[in-house]
């Protein structure tokens, strides 16, 4: 292997988007990337996706298809001036290409730069993020950028990626005497969840860390790839996109009565170690879609979730999954989420708001003389502590926002409703 200081993963980063691996849905004959490269026509960017699917590399492999100069940026850890220095290399009609890697973070002062710089031609920027761009990225810049989605690359993918790393010469490990069963290579590629970066980073660990045999070989086994994984890449962490979409995930799956499912994303979510939002999420869950079909369960989802909040993880994960499961396999309901709803956009419809002077504040002197509180009935003067009066505003008074569309989970609430509004609204 030839002396260098750069990772695998730099070194074996494509040159060409023909040495991209995934992503066929941009690359590939009539794909749009493939397209762009054969037209010479490329816009500014944004490259959107989890860790390790070849953000870096599709911008450095378009600069190299394009014969254009290329320019990397970190938004978080460099500098305005940093930037201008890499600006230069462009002008107007031939602008440097420049991969701002965590666009998302960009300052208002280095966006002011790069926008001025891309409208006047002389730079075209590739975004990268692992945050969702249409909620992270300024405006101004989406406008004047395409957006590109990336999926995690398949383990297929992965291995034929690994197999050019062993035996490539130049760039890989090919001068390296290395033992490395497929399956292992294989093996490598399930565990790192479509991140081709982390899979390159572990092979290389394993390669240099393992002593050669007499003859000079080094064998790398399941168990000494193990021992560098550590911990299989299962994403989710705690500030990212994908973290969000594992909390709506968690949600529509108990929501959905899936109890496999929602045990599946309450998996990935404890192992991202954010107690605070699964617990956010349950006590949500249990009001807005179990609600009325089973109003026990708000109770005990609060005292499942202040004991998995006191226990701390790894055995907040019991009281948890006990919830979880309850939750899921709970009748449902979202009647009462769905009537707050409607009663709050029924105070935009422009009706007078003003409550009925029956109910109005009669506590002080002159609230007679005022009309307030004059003919109020005081239900528990009635037989079962119901009256007949009216409660809603006079523009109001024919709304219904429960609507209980005879649900057989809500059958008791939707009787009572009935009978009571017989008795409260004469109707």
């Known amino acids: 292997m030839r002396e260098t200081h750069q990772p695998l993963a730099t070194r074996m980063r494509p040159s060409s988007l023909s040495e991209v691996v995934g992503q066929d849905h941009l690359i590939g004959d009539g794909q749009i990337l493939t397209r762009i490269v054969k037209s010479r026509q490329l816009t500014s960017i944004v490259l959107y996706g989890p860790p390790g699917v070849g ?7 378009l600069s190299c298809d394009l014969g254009v100069p290329f320019g990397y940026f970190n938004a978080g850890a460099h500098s305005k001036k940093e930037l201008q220095a890499i600006a230069k290399d462009g002008v107007p009609g031939s602008p440097v290409i420049v991969l701002i890697d965590e666009v998302h973070r960009l300052d208002r002062p280095k966006q002011d730069f790069l926008l001025m710089q891309i409208e006047d031609g002389s730079l075209i920027m590739i975004g990268a993020t692992t945050e969702n761009p249409y909620m992270s990225i300024n405006p101004a ?169 006191r226990v701390g993880l790894p055995e907040a994960r019991i009281p948890l999954a006990q ?10 309901s979202n009647v009462a989420y769905k009537a707050i709803d409607m009663a709050t956009e029924a105070l935009g419809s422009g009706r007078d708001l003003t409550i009925p002077a029956h109910l109005q504040d009669a506590h002080y002197k002159g609230a007679k003389t005022l009309g307030r509180g004059v003919g109020y009935k005081y239900p528990h003067d009635f037989p079962f502590a119901i009256a007949e009066q009216q409660h809603l505003p006079n523009e109001f008074q024919h709304d219904n926002y429960l609507q209980f569309q005879d649900s057989p989970n809500t059958t008791y609430f939707q009787q009572i409703y009935q009978n009571v509004n017989q008795m409260v609204k004469g109707v």
């Open 141 to 309: 810049l989406r406008s004047r950028s395409h957006i590109f989605e990336l999926k995690p690359v398949t383990p297929e993918k992965v291995a034929e990626r690994l197999r050019v790393a062993v035996t490539n010469t130049e760039r890989g490990l090919g001068n390296v005497p290395v033992a490395i069963p497929d399956d292992v290579l294989v093996y490598i590629a399930e565990q790192t969840n479509g991140d081709i970066r982390t899979a390159l980073n572990t092979l290389e660990l394993a390669v240099m860390s393992t002593e050669p045999r007499s003859d000079g070989v080094r064998i790398i086994s399941r168990e000494i790839i193990r021992t560098c994984l550590q911990q299989r890449q299962i994403g989710g962490d705690k500030d990212g996109d994908s973290h969000y979409n594992l909390l709506s995930a968690l949600q529509k799956s108990i929501r959905g009565s899936d109890a496999d499912a929602a045990l599946h994303y309450l998996a990935r979510l404890i192992q991202a170690g954010d107690l605070i939002s699964i617990i956010r999420r349950l006590l949500v869950i249990a009001y807005e879609d179990i609600s009325l079909a089973s109003p026990e369960l708000g109770q005990e989802t609060l005292a499942a979730v202040t004991v998995a909040e």
């Open 323 to 332: 919830i979880t499961v309850r939750l899921a396999l709970s009748p449902k």
């Open 55 to 61: 953000k870096t590399s599709i911008a450095h492999a």
